[in-house]
């Protein structure tokens, strides 16, 4: 395994136009979070899921984004009528619990450009 | 609430300089601390990690020391190469509703170092 794989890496799209990422997490990491980060600043947490149960949102995701985890293993994160505002990079991360601690592995991001 | 402040950048050094690059938090509970470094192009890599009150991370030359009286986590390194020119990001982590250990960011601080 070779790590947090997301496609695809860049999308250009249209405003108003509907876009799909998708995240594969290392294969025995069950815990799956995503992330935004626009230029020059931190990444922002957006939605964890723990197996395919999506248990956390942040007020970030508003009802244009939507994001799943079928049978717990990849996801999808889906943005509706897309705004210029949405271009930024989309990060995933995995990971599991070991010791009661949870230590998130990332991958390389999709960046989004809204024109 | 919780929150990251790092120092702004650029930090501009010359090769085998001192770095320090300053972290403070504050958060609810007792939270895990982590460094991430971000190369151009690339995603997020976790660089050290500490878990409680004077634990020392350390990876690559980098070091960094859970203080929790004066709510800090700096980043050291005692001699930089032109390969670490990067940018830094602060992190904490709670746990947070359902299970979730969601990550905090700081702003991030883009190191550059001269030959």
């Known amino acids: 395994d070779t790590g947090v794989s997301q496609d695809p890496r860049h999308k250009i799209t249209k405003r108003g136009q509907n876009v799909t990422f998708r995240c594969d997490p290392i294969s025995e990491h069950n815990r799956l979070y995503w992330y935004r980060q626009t230029l020059g600043q931190g990444p922002e947490f957006l939605t964890y899921f723990q197996n395919e149960a999506q248990l956390e949102k942040s007020r970030l995701l508003s009802d244009r984004f939507s994001a799943e985890r079928p049978k717990g293993s990849f996801s999808t994160l889906e943005i509706q009528r897309t705004e210029q505002g949405d271009s930024a990079m989309y990060l995933c991360a995995s990971s599991f619990m070991t010791s009661g601690r949870d230590e998130q592995y990332f991958g390389p991001g999709t960046r989004l450009t809204v024109t | ?115």
């Open chain 2, 1 to 115: 609430g919780n929150s990251v402040t790092q120092m702004e950048g650029p930090v501009t050094l010359s090769e085998e300089a001192f770095l320090t690059i300053n972290c403070t938090y504050t958060a609810t509970g007792y939270p895990s601390l982590f460094w991430y470094v971000q190369y151009p192009g690339e995603g997020l890599q976790l660089l050290l990690k500490a878990t409680k009150a004077d634990d020392k991370g350390s990876n690559k030359g980098f070091e960094a020391t859970y203080r929790k009286e004066t709510t800090s986590f700096h980043l050291e390194k005692g001699s930089v190469q032109v390969s670490d020119s990067a940018v830094y990001f602060c992190a904490l982590s709670v746990l947070s509703g359902d299970s979730s250990y969601k990550l905090i960011f700081g702003s991030g601080t883009r190191l550059l170092v001269r030959p």
